[in-house]
Each structure stands twice: as C-alpha cells, then as structure tokens.
C-alpha cells in the first residue's frame, strides 16, 4: 500500500467511526446540554479531565467551550490530587474523557470529585467501566477499530472523543443564544475578531476615493472618475442621488466586443442595476459573506436614503487583515 492509500485508509477509518458514533448520539446528549446550561446559568463552570492523549482532546473541548463563551477548564488528574482540587465548586459539571473508563489517575480521582455536589459527564466507550458507573451521564464514543494498522495508536477513538466535545460546544452555544457579536467580544485580535467587531464603515473608501456619476454620464466621462478615484468601479445615481446601479471594469470588457459606440453611450444604458450594497454598521464579516457568494470585487456603501456614501474594495481586505 502506497502512502496515498494509507491516508485515504485513515480517513475513511476515521470517518466511518465518526458516522457511527453520531447515529448512536441519544437523550444523553441532549440532558448533557441541558445540564451544563444550567450550571453556567447559575455562574457554574465546564472542568474537562483526561490522561495522556484524551488530555490532549480535553484541551482542545476546554479551549473550544471558552472561546464559544461556555467557561471551562483543564484538571490535571494528578495534580488534582495534591491540592488543585481547590478549583472545584458545589454545582460545576466535569466532562471525564477515557475510552476504556478504567483510567488509573481517574480511577484515583473519581471518589475524591464525588464528595462534590458536582455532576460528571463521562466521554468513554466502556458504559459498565468504572468511570461509566461514576458518572451522571455517559456519551459513547466507541469505535470499531483504530485507524493503525495494529489497531493500538488511539486515533479514530480520538477523532470521536474530539467531534463529541465540538458537538456539546455547538450546541450549548445554540442552547445560550451566543451571538456573533459575543464571539467578537472572546476574539479581539486577529482576522476573526477584526471582520466581527469593525463595521463597513470603519474600512470603506470614502470622499475622493468613493467614484459616484450621474446615470446621464457617458461611459468615456465616467471612466475619467473611476481613473481619479483609483477604482475598477463607480456608483451610478438618479436626480436624487438616490443609487440606481453600478458600472465596473468588468462591464467595460464584457460590453466593449459588442457595443462599438460603448464610450459615448449613457451609464443608465450600460450599468448594472439594483448592485449588492450594504448599510454602513453592517459588519464586515456580512461583507467578507457577500463577496465570497458573489464573487465581486468591490461592494457600495449606501445610507438610510439609499444614497452611496462608501465603497469596499475587496483589495483593501488583506492589508486591512480581515480576510
């Protein structure tokens, strides 16, 4: 077997398993949601265990929740046990990740977590382990088989363990009305936290820089104003400044074969009309959606009368990094 196929191997282990374990997803997860909801509603918190390469996956799920406004922690299981302990309060949940449930440090731990008022949810794909025993709730994550060769390497049971988090994150999000102005407020730095904070407004090009014509302006004439603005487009307005649609370079190429006397003709007869625009507190990420959808290079500005006030060009996106 060549490396391609060893990898197309894993892959289909991989998401075999993952198929497997969402066709036995049951109440337990939903009761999970419901009951983490309800510790975090009364200033509860999310503590995740887990030994060797499950404390790997429970870093990430811990990472996952925070970020996603669900407050959640790593235990280290040891050392827990020589004091750190101190973390845990009356009405937290744990989420205990073990794929055989017979763990010794958490084996240790589990009658030392129980003198908590606490409630444990258990990732394990043993229901009669110790661990399944100990716990409130049990989510199954068992796999088939490993995806190495000699079906030891926790691999596939990993992949499993690690969707069952991403899928409790997602759906205490949807359960807690976190909004995408709440994941900004988690995000302030980098592309992420830039295209949700910043509104179109913030990086739109505007004065000088925002080609506007009258839609009784001739192409040649309206080719000067985009050439002076330094832009492949321009908004085209009624009388009433009001606008009525859009002339791009694009339009020029595509109309210039077939329309000899294209230079001399009026915008009105050559624009695009009703052009995507937005508002100007439109956030930039519903900008970064629009031009990936419709794959346009430049996008107006408009205000509460319709009239052109900005443009966004898809160009300033990297040096603004928020793409």
């Given at each position: 077997?060549?490396?391609?196929?060893?990898?197309?191997?894993?892959?289909?282990?991989?998401?075999?398993?993952?198929?497997?374990?969402?066709?036995?997803?049951?109440?337990?997860?939903?009761?999970?949601?419901?009951?983490?909801?309800?510790?975090?509603?009364?200033?509860?918190?999310?503590?995740?265990?887990?030994?060797?390469?499950?404390?790997?996956?429970?870093?990430?799920?811990?990472?996952?929740?925070?970020?996603?406004?669900?407050?959640?922690?790593?235990?280290?299981?040891?050392?827990?046990?020589?004091?750190?302990?101190?973390?845990?309060?009356?009405?937290?949940?744990?989420?205990?990740?073990?794929?055989?449930?017979?763990?010794?440090?958490?084996?240790?731990?589990?009658?030392?977590?129980?003198?908590?008022?606490?409630?444990?949810?258990?990732?394990?794909?043993?229901?009669?382990?110790?661990?399944?025993?100990?716990?409130?709730?049990?989510?199954?994550?068992?796999?088939?088989?490993?995806?190495?060769?000699?079906?030891?390497?926790?691999?596939?049971?990993?992949?499993?363990?690690?969707?069952?988090?991403?899928?409790?994150?997602?759906?205490?999000?949807?359960?807690?009305?976190?909004?995408?102005?709440?994941?900004?407020?988690?995000?302030?730095?980098?592309?992420?936290?830039?295209?949700?904070?910043?509104?179109?407004?913030?990086?739109?090009?505007?004065?000088?820089?925002?080609?506007?014509?009258?839609?009784?302006?001739?192409?040649?004439?309206?080719?000067?104003?985009?050439?002076?603005?330094?832009?492949?487009?321009?908004?085209?307005?009624?009388?009433?400044?009001?606008?009525?649609?859009?002339?791009?370079?694009?339009?020029?190429?595509?109309?210039?074969?077939?329309?000899?006397?294209?230079?001399?003709?009026?915008?009105?007869?050559?624009?695009?009309?009703?052009?995507?625009?937005?508002?100007?507190?439109?956030?930039?990420?519903?900008?970064?959606?629009?031009?990936?959808?419709?794959?346009?290079d430049d996008l107006i500005v408009v205000n509460e009368h319709h009239h052109p006030v900005g443009i966004v060009?898809?160009?300033?996106?990297?040096?603004?990094?928020?793409?």
């Amino acid at each position: 077997m060549n490396h391609l196929d060893r990898a197309r191997e894993v892959f289909q282990i991989e998401i075999e398993a993952l198929r497997s374990v969402a066709e036995r997803l049951d109440d337990s997860f939903s009761s999970a949601v419901e009951m983490i909801v309800a510790c975090l509603r009364e200033r509860g918190k999310i503590v995740v265990l887990g030994i060797g390469k499950s404390g790997n996956i429970a870093k990430k799920i811990a990472a996952t929740l925070t970020s996603t406004g669900s407050p959640a922690l790593v235990l280290d299981s040891v050392d827990a046990l020589h004091g750190d302990l101190g973390i845990l309060i009356d009405g937290d949940v744990i989420l205990a990740l073990s794929y055989s449930g017979e763990t010794e440090e958490l084996v240790q731990l589990l009658p030392a977590l129980k003198r908590f008022s606490v409630s444990i949810i258990a990732f394990t794909a043993k229901a009669n382990s110790f661990l399944g025993k100990q716990s409130d709730l049990i989510l199954d994550v068992s796999v088939s088989k490993e995806a190495c060769p000699f079906n030891l390497a926790p691999t596939a049971s990993t992949t499993a363990m690690m969707a069952m988090g991403d899928a409790l994150a997602m759906a205490i999000l949807q359960a807690r009305g976190f909004t995408k102005k709440d994941f900004a407020k988690h995000h302030p730095s980098g592309s992420i936290g830039r295209s949700l904070l910043l509104t179109v407004k913030d990086i739109m090009r505007t004065g000088t820089r925002n080609p506007v014509a009258l839609q009784s302006l001739r192409v040649q004439e309206a080719l000067l104003v985009m050439t002076e603005c330094r832009s492949g487009s321009l908004s085209v307005v009624g009388k009433g400044g009001r606008l009525v649609g859009v002339f791009t370079d694009g339009d020029l190429r595509r109309k210039m074969a077939h329309t000899p006397d294209l230079l001399s003709r009026k915008l009105s007869e050559v624009m695009t009309k009703k052009p995507v625009c937005l508002p100007a507190d439109a956030l930039v990420v519903e900008a970064l959606k629009i031009f990936d959808d419709r794959q346009i290079d430049d996008l107006i500005v408009v205000n509460e009368h319709h009239h052109p006030v900005g443009i966004v060009d898809s160009q300033d996106l990297p040096k603004l990094k928020v793409m």
